[in-house]
């Protein structure tokens, strides 16, 4: 007011010159999108970006192989490239050995397309040396970081890639394995998965597997599986365990999501459930559209309707489907720490293997994003760093510490 002005103009000035002093020296009390944005980008600079889960080795296989994409130049169509990882701040990938289901029936065996995806992994890396480099281990994903490159992990989705034989998860191992799925979609003799009605868990053979792969020093991965398989995980391991791509299911009631009973299992593990970005994993919204979309493409097929009908169904429904945001990951990721804790917390975007993204996550390029939101709702850079990385590293060094212990890690 003017007449404030006129009477405590000296006073004012004083206080103004204070703010200034204070702003100057201390952090800023509000920054700009752009400010957290860059915020994250440095903090990247000092901390690996680990992502748990990445299916761009199978999304190359389907189009052909290697020779049929250039990942050194930007690829609209992948939501993984060379300069889209980069400018995501990236500094581990574990890319996903997929194995589909469909070859439990009908060739080529399991095994076999583990093999070729590990093989693809390896060849892609080779590839392109300058960004990308290949690691087995927390120093090795560490070392490459400093050098620049972006580390390259293996993780085997589906454990029927063992085909029921410990002498070949052993070679897995040896090859560099560092996580095994233990189911995909589709129930095992040893282990079941998070889509089946069964309650049963892991099986005595479950339990010499998860044994196993402790003294490998090959992480239990438990995305896909159902709930009495990740108890009965958490009670068999020696070692902290992981969930490659899975979101907490208090949030969105999908099996394959993780319940809070479980969070808790995890936090007395040690372990890091790093989340998926799947919009019906992160939405409730869109889980609801997407059960409802089922059913009427079920209806639709019993009332006889062709292929093409179901097709353009589908194509109308998803066109109208609610979106998933990137703040919503955002708050799985806070519930995750609320209940779990800040050490069990981590990123596992599921890219080139979703088909719908969060609305501001469409690809690798984006991370700094959500690194930014979670700074913007006030967290420390400490917390952020175990997100971001610090959480997936500690979980790969005390795996390969208990592997060292109960057989050293030798095959
Ligand atoms: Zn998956």
Wanted: positive net charge; charged residues 25%; hydrophobic residues 45%.
């Amino acid at each position: 007011m003017a007449a404030d002005r006129r009477t405590g103009g000296r006073a004012v000035g004083r206080a103004a010159l204070f703010l200034l002093v204070f702003l100057s020296a201390g952090p800023p009390v509000r920054l700009s999108a752009q400010d957290y944005r860059a915020q994250a980008l440095r903090i990247l600079k000092t901390v690996p970006l680990i992502d748990g889960h990445n299916d761009l080795a199978d999304a190359i296989r389907t189009r052909g192989g290697l020779d049929s994409v250039d990942l050194a130049v930007l690829q609209p169509k992948l939501m993984s490239d060379i300069p889209k990882l980069r400018a995501g701040g990236v500094g581990a990938q574990f890319w996903a050995a997929y194995v589909p289901v469909t070859t439990i029936d009908s060739g080529p065996h399991p095994a076999v397309y583990a093999l070729e995806q590990i093989d693809l992994i390896k060849r892609m890396c080779a590839k392109y040396p300058r960004d990308l480099a290949m690691a087995r281990t927390a120093a090795d994903v560490e070392r490459n970081f400093k050098a620049g490159k972006v580390s390259c992990l293996i993780g085997i989705e589906g454990g029927h890639a063992i085909e029921n034989s410990i002498g070949v998860l052993r070679m897995f191992a040896a090859l560099g394995v560092r996580y095994i799925t233990l189911t995909h979609w589709r129930t095992l003799s040893w282990a079941t998965a998070s889509t089946d009605t069964a309650r049963r868990g892991l099986s005595p053979f479950g339990r010499d597997v998860v044994h196993e792969m402790n003294r490998l020093g090959i992480l239990v991965d438990l995305s896909h599986v159902n709930d009495a398989t990740m108890s009965d995980a958490l009670h068999a391991t020696r070692a902290p365990l992981m969930f490659s791509h899975s979101s907490a299911r208090a949030l969105t009631h999908h099996a394959r999501d993780v319940p809070d009973s479980i969070l808790k299992l995890v936090r007395a593990n040690g372990g890091v459930v790093m989340v998926n970005f799947n919009p019906g994993f992160v939405s409730e919204a869109v889980r609801v559209y997407e059960d409802s979309m089922e059913a009427r493409v079920r209806a639709l097929r019993a009332g006889g309707a062709g292929a093409t009908a179901v097709a353009d169904s589908i194509k109308a429904w998803t066109a109208r489907a609610p979106k998933a945001t990137l703040a919503q990951v955002a708050d799985h990721i806070e519930h995750i720490r609320d209940v779990a804790g800040v050490d069990a917390v981590g990123i596992g975007s599921d890219f080139d293997g979703i088909t719908e993204v969060p609305v501001g996550l469409e690809n690798v390029s984006t991370f700094p994003d959500l690194i930014a939101e979670l700074l913007r709702r006030g967290w420390s850079e400490e917390d952020v760093r175990k997100v971001a990385g610090l959480n997936a590293l500690r979980v790969m060094r005390a795996a390969e510490r208990v592997a060292a212990e109960t057989g050293n890690g030798k095959n």
